[in-house]
């Protein structure tokens, strides 16, 4: 009985905390995910103007939500930004090519095997799902790019998101990103030294 109410008390402080307005949170995320989406839509812009949307995959979206809304999920960590992304792409492209003409044999034979990958790596990362999809039901450009669409747009664009959302998310003493032991230790210290000064 014990254990049930502090799993109740649990439970009602985070849906608590999670219903809070922290406009400054927010004021982040925005700018987080205002700029890393925008350096993709300029690139796009001024690079192929003309041709498919390459910089800007419907994933990138999904993954700004989580590398600029809620920068402490595990989901949201380096590792599983870029690793899920790359391993997707390279699991949709070679589905692609396996299973070129039967969409919805290629379709879930993406995601499932991206889906498995990604937990075996360790670098589960949900918006991976859709850059595995993207590979298999995109445009004939898109597929014609084949194993080039891992490096360009997914790695140089998931890189791109990266770096920003390590610059903005450490902007202030309140958000750190990445969430690794290691790395907060070092903010707390850098933060010290930096009050002490």
């Not at 899920?84 to 095997?113: E, N, Q, R």
């Not at 890189?159 to 003493?173: D, R």
Request: proline letters at 5%; hydrophobic letters at 45%; a positive charge.
């Amino acid at each position: 009985m014990q254990k049930i109410k502090r799993s109740y008390r649990k439970t009602k402080y985070i849906l608590y905390k999670e219903t809070l307005v922290d406009f400054k949170e927010h004021f982040w995320s925005f700018v987080g995910s205002f700029l890393g989406i925008g350096v993709l839509a300029y690139l796009q812009s001024q690079t192929l103007p003309d041709s498919d949307v390459m910089y800007l995959i419907g994933s990138f979206g999904a993954s700004s939500v989580l590398i600029y809304g809620i920068i402490q999920s595990p989901l949201a960590q380096p590792r599983n930004l870029v690793g899920g992304h790359v391993i997707s792409a390279i699991v949709g492209v070679t589905i692609a090519k396996l299973v070129p003409d039967v969409m919805w044999l290629a379709s879930a034979l993406a995601v499932s095997f991206a889906i498995i990958l990604m937990q075996i790596t360790k670098t589960l990362h949900p918006p991976g799902g859709a850059t595995a999809l993207i590979a298999v039901t995109g445009s004939a450009h898109i597929k014609a790019m084949g194993y080039w669409y891992v490096v360009s747009p997914v790695l140089i664009g998931v890189l791109i998101l990266l770096f920003i959302a390590i610059v903005i998310n450490n902007m202030t003493p309140n958000r750190y990103y990445p969430n690794h032991k290691r790395y907060r230790k070092f903010r707390k210290l850098l933060h010290k030294n930096t009050n002490e000064d």
